[in-house]
């Protein structure tokens, strides 16, 4: 194809993309209209009866009456100049780029993007609005590979539609140290990935709350005259995440809250890794999903009905008030002669001689890593039709702030992550004499304070909001109907909360989502939470019940290796307060720590307001509560966190009556009290003093790194127990006099 | 009602009961026929034309000629002694035992109870098969409350049974210490209650594991002469169990499996903890169920409908290929005046003041804990019917015995779990010289060996088995057609793949049951594990990949913290084997430990068989595998785990040769060495040598304890990376030099 024609179709595109930006009312956006060939068929969901398209090569010749003069033209180019369509050769470049980096690497997942190149290519070359130069401009639709191992599709795409962070040599390092296109899609590694996906189930999850952020800021800031959120989300989803429950979860969450402009692509290729699927498969998904309220499309040829996707995705704009699955029928590893349709090229490079194979069969003459001029110059469009649309946007926004100041001045808090002014000083003091609480009862005193000064703070609880104390207060339920409130009620399913929660935070950097229920059952939402530490997602889990003082319900539901096991854990904040300052402290720190989730484990529990605690101690993760002794020398240290601070506090009180010197450390987050100098960590626990006492309601685990092997860590190494929490605390040892027998052991 | 009276109507019940079970090819159980006034309407499922009964609390008077000429006598009975029918007394008694027990206990879910009781009453009193008197009656019905927090419900049918778990003293002890009755339903302390829920949806799952062994364990046993095993798995489910993932993951695999003895009861109250279900969960559930390929019926009045119950039953147990789900609509607080159906009954005690209310409304006049004599007396035929069932089961497998005996002799053995004599002389040995291997394949290897001579050794992956290695080769799959082979596909579904082998576990001592994922996806099913360790489920937990050694598939699928979660969590095992020996200690401990699970965590790559290793060393938890000093004081000890041992292996080769005392432990389960003699330990570790160094591809948090405050561990406490395997080992410095080096800076 000559470069002139070639830049004929792209001009054309771009002129009918852009032309009709600026009518931004429609959210049906006209790009949907074929670029190419082809008509659009009339098409009605699972009814459709249109066959499965032939996998010929050829475009297809349509009835002259189904073409309109404007795509005659292009048509007319296309077919003078080369053989194979422009599309589909669009299609395979994806397909090859996939192969020869995984061939390259000698390893990845090569069958996925072969079987979606066709909707990933209309996807990012005919429907979706973003801007290749900022891939972090606002208002971009967002699209989520939840079938992560299939990244090189989106390094692909990422790459033709022009994104600085997927260069040639970039495919070429995927898989390898230090590169931009590691082995799952990351967004802390490659702008354009919106969320870190590959553990299966996530990434649908995540696109739920990609959406849910969109419907909920569109409610609070679009103005009758002024669209100005108003984005799509897409995801493509696998067999594997179809599995998992967490999808369900998050589905079923999508049905409910309506959300319209969700659009998930299912790749229904009938192969995961132990082979058919019919093996451990045989659901109706479809049909799950309209139980689920969802509006489902099938497209059964997703290798070649290149019109049937793009009328399905049509179709899916139209249906407002229910998210749309299209379950797209493909052939995993589609073009390779010998591999395809089998599991052998869902995970492992094709080999030499099945991708010359493949070349063969797809008639692909190029060497690897190459893309055709005509293909290039046909993506290169992105480029300026993505500054464009920024701009446009921009002036759009100009126009908001000038009718709408005090909105806008919000919703730029919220795009840019910038912290309103002052906010902390809405956080909560108290002092000894304020009353005893439990500190899930002062966690909801700091999250309604919080609430007025932070625009982007919302969250809620896995159908524990009455018990994890979350509820805000002035705001009313987010639901179908009224999505611009700000509690979100999640029901009783914590995994899907969690990626839920990862998908808002990643929306916009100033979006602070909570979510909460009880401490023990970050065990069902754990894959979500690492997701949020990896993800660098700064989600706040407001987990109550933290240990054995929540009593009778016994040992399913008392928290023991919970502390430990997340204070294992890279790039999380693990606080554990203990009184109300405490708490205070570990919000301040939760909403400023953005790029690091913040777990806070809070009592069902009264404590008591202890002398001593603020939150600038908590702002160290370790400090100094009370100290009768001179020199940093004291007799010895008692460590105590969240509600066994106080036993160390009553524990201390008596040594000291008996003469002792002791130091009460409070010691509410590790991770802060690592990052702390070494002379600020020697000034709260001198190594020369090695008469330590640590008392907590968790396991042991771990302790000996404060209290070294001359100390002793009070804990809990078993399972808990159903009795009133007083009974339990006392049966297991954790009570003052235990820590005075302990303090006069070590010392 | 006159004490003869009631016993005509018990004699009569047990009189149908029992002279029916000798013919028991007839899997439909004759009890089903209604045993007091109630016909059987006709009813047809979804479609069923019966409107919702009245609420009237008297027994409905039926047209004659609906009554047989047997019940008919009872009727007059019934309706000359009493006001109300024997058979709503009983499930009044049900209510208000759990009523009382909450309000004694100030604490617990009475809400549950008081709706389902009377489904629950015609479980235990008409449908289920079993002995109170041996609670692990091999061929019993299971019954698993998967909402576990209604646990007054199971405790009141277990006392009305006659189970000597639950006397009225326990009763009066719920929720307090060392009683039998904990907050939620716990198989470890309640004989009679078969698994432990609580954590919403576990419970369905672990169903979906009971009902599997049934049907495997017929499948292998029954002959067409004598149907041995035989039993059906009922379970109660309500909103917050049908909201979790991990429910739809085992229901769509109980559809797959095509479980037609499961029959699962649908709580529909329509009331969770936040209120109504409305703001969570509108969902399809009846149509999601027939998505997963389940029966569904729908009982539009579980409050007063019992011949609805009855009839929803009957027809569940004709429909053989599927499992099914009944609806249940019920009114959670069935009887109390002021809080029924509102989620203040959910979660917490009447109060006095409703609870006196609520007797007066359900014209209860008794003290609290009461059982009318009638209705005792009515109960009382359980314990000799239930003897009667398991004398003539016994019967029956004598003859099985006779006919069948090593048939017999290998289903004894999973019947009270006594393993083949010699059959750890299966677990293959290594020497140094046998090839180097990944532990993933030494796995299989082990897994192979084992099945052969464990008859109740079956599992699988979640869809990872050709990258898990665990396919038994000379077994299919457990399919719908196949239910006698032994390798399950799960699918992408760990969460319920743990939970239903904790159902597997949990059904007969013998079967021992494995399943596995990559290492990092653990996370997906901690909280099934944790129940496998709290339950007291000997589950074997094949976990590969199980670090940064799996390489480009990045941080996603690199597990750094888990190995330091698992080792913090009570009652597991956590074990790291290093080579092949090794592997086989760790099944060696994995199979003998039957009440408490086993983690393995098993390299995807290749290493080296180590002298020195061996399945004696991995039974003491942590050994020495070289050594060159003397008098127990080697200059420095290097500890490693796991595919690091090799690293340690080699570094004190080049100390050795510049002249250093170097001693190797391998500590391949911290819990095993733990549990070993001061002296053993004092032997391996001694205190006296501080220069200590340890290294493991993961979290160094916990190690603190074996290296101690001179020592250094080194380990990674950071995120993965994606990049060949090698790569990523020296970028992290997880290589022989730094050990090297670290020796050097502690010696």
Redesign the interface.
């Known amino acids: 194809m000559a470069s002139t024609s070639s830049l004929t179709l792209s001009q054309a595109l771009l002129a009918r993309t852009i032309s009709h930006h600026g009518s931004a009312q429609s959210s049906d956006h006209v790009r949907l209209s074929p670029p190419t060939t082809f008509s659009l068929p009339s098409f009605s969901g699972l009814k459709s009866t249109n066959p499965p398209k032939s996998s010929s090569r050829r475009p297809r010749r349509l009835p002259a009456r189904n073409q309109r003069q404007v795509r005659a033209a292009a048509v007319e180019t296309l077919d003078v100049t080369t053989e194979t369509s422009l599309l589909e050769k669009s299609v395979n470049t994806i397909r090859f780029l996939a192969i020869d980096a995984v061939e390259k690497?000698n390893?990845?997942h090569p069958g996925l993007p072969m079987g979606c190149a066709p909707m990933g290519h209309i996807l990012y070359d005919e429907v979706m609005r973003y801007n290749p130069k900022n891939p972090y401009w606002f208002n971009r639709d967002r699209f989520v590979l939840s079938a992560?191992?299939g990244c090189m599709l989106q390094y692909a795409l990422l790459h033709l539609a022009g994104y600085d962070s997927v260069l040639e040599e970039d495919l070429k390092q995927f898989?390898?140290?230090?590169?931009k296109t590691?082995?799952?899609p990351?967004n802390f590694e490659t702008p354009g990935v919106e969320v870190?996906?590959?553990?299966?189930?996530q990434g649908i999850a995540n696109a739920v709350g990609l959406a849910l952020a969109e419907r909920h800021l569109a409610a609070r800031y679009n103005k009758p005259d002024v669209e100005i959120v108003d984005h799509y989300t897409y995801v493509i989803l696998g067999?594997?995440?179809q599995?998992?429950?967490?999808?369900?979860?998050a589905s079923?969450?999508a049905?409910?809250w309506g959300l319209g402009k969700l659009i998930a692509f299912y790749d229904d290729n009938h192969i995961?890794?132990?082979g058919d699927?019919e093996?451990?498969?045989?659901?109706?998904?479809?049909?799950?999903f309209?139980?689920?309220?969802w509006h489902v499309i099938w497209v059964k040829n997703g290798n070649t009905g290149y019109d049937d996707i793009r009328a399905a995705i049509k179709e899916a704009k139209a249906v407002k008030d229910k998210p749309t699955l299209i379950k797209v029928t493909t052939t995993i590893g589609y073009g390779s002669p010998n591999k395809a349709n089998s599991?052998s090229v869902h995970g492992s490079a094709l080999g030499a001689k099945e991708v010359e194979a493949t070349r063969k069969n797809l008639a692909w003459p190029y060497e690897p890593f190459h893309v055709p001029e005509d293909v290039k110059k046909h993506w290169s469009r992105h480029v300026p039709e993505g500054a464009s649309l920024e701009t446009e946007w921009n002036a759009k926004f100009a126009e908001y702030e000038k009718k709408y100041p005090e909105d806008a001045a919000e919703l730029k808090s919220i795009i840019t992550g910038e912290l309103p002014a002052g906010w902390e000083k809405a956080l909560p003091t108290y002092t000894p004499e304020s009353p005893a609480d439990a500190t899930r009862n002062l966690s909801q005193q700091n999250l309604n304070a919080l609430a007025k000064v932070l625009p982007g703070l919302l969250g809620g609880?896995a159908?524990?909001?009455?018990?994890n104390m979350t509820l805000l207060k002035m705001f009313g339920?987010f639901?179908k109907g009224t999505p611009e409130e700000r509690n979100v009620?999640?029901?009783?399913?914590?995994?899907?909360m969690g990626s839920i929660c990862n998908g808002i935070a990643l929306h916009s950097p100033g979006l602070i989502p909570y979510c909460a229920t009880f401490f023990?059952?970050t065990?069902?939402m754990?894959?979500a939470i690492?997701?949020s530490?990896?993800c660098e997602g700064g989600v706040i889990y407001v987990m109550t019940h933290d240990s054995i003082g929540l009593?009778?319900?016994?040992?399913?539901?008392q928290p023991?290796?919970h502390l430990?096991?997340f204070?294992?854990?890279?790039?999380i904040l693990m606080l554990r307060p203990a009184d109300g300052n405490e708490t205070a402290g570990a919000y301040k720190v939760a909403v400023l720590n953005r790029k690091r989730p913040s777990i806070l484990a809070l009592s069902r529990q009264k404590l008591p307001q202890l002398p001593g605690t603020s939150i600038e101690g908590v702002e160290k993760g370790g400090y100094i509560v009370s100290d009768n002794s001179s020199g940093n020398k004291p007799d010895v240290i008692l460590v105590g966190t969240g509600s066994e601070l106080p036993i160390a506090a009553d524990a201390a009180k008596e040594l000291r009556k008996e003469g002792k010197a002791v130091r009460v450390v409070s010691l509410v987050s590790w991770e802060l009290f690592d990052e702390q100098s070494d002379a600020y960590k020697e000034s709260v626990l001198p190594a020369a003093v090695t008469a330590r006492v640590s008392i907590e309601a968790g396991?042991t685990?771990?302790w000996?790194?404060i209290v070294?092997?001359k100390g002793k860590a009070i804990g809990i190494?078993?399972?808990g127990?159903?009795?009133?929490a007083g009974?339990?605390y006392k049966?297991f040892g954790l009570t003052a006099e235990a820590v005075i027998a302990a303090a006069k052991e070590v010392s």
């Open positions: 690497a390893s990845g992560g191992h898989r390898q140290w230090g590169s590691p082995g799952h990351e870190t996906t590959g553990p299966l189930g067999d594997g995440c599995m998992e429950g967490i999808s369900n979860e079923s969450l049905g409910h995961s890794i132990d699927t093996i451990a498969f045989t659901e109706d998904v479809g049909a799950r309209e139980s689920l309220g599991y609880s159908d524990l909001a009455s018990s339920d639901q009620r999640f029901g009783v399913r914590e995994h899907g023990v059952f065990d069902y754990r894959a690492r997701i530490a990896l009593g009778e319900d016994g040992p399913t539901h023991i290796e430990a096991s204070r294992a854990m890279p790039n396991s685990f771990g000996e790194k070294g092997s190494d078993r399972f127990a159903s009795a009133p009974k339990i049966e």
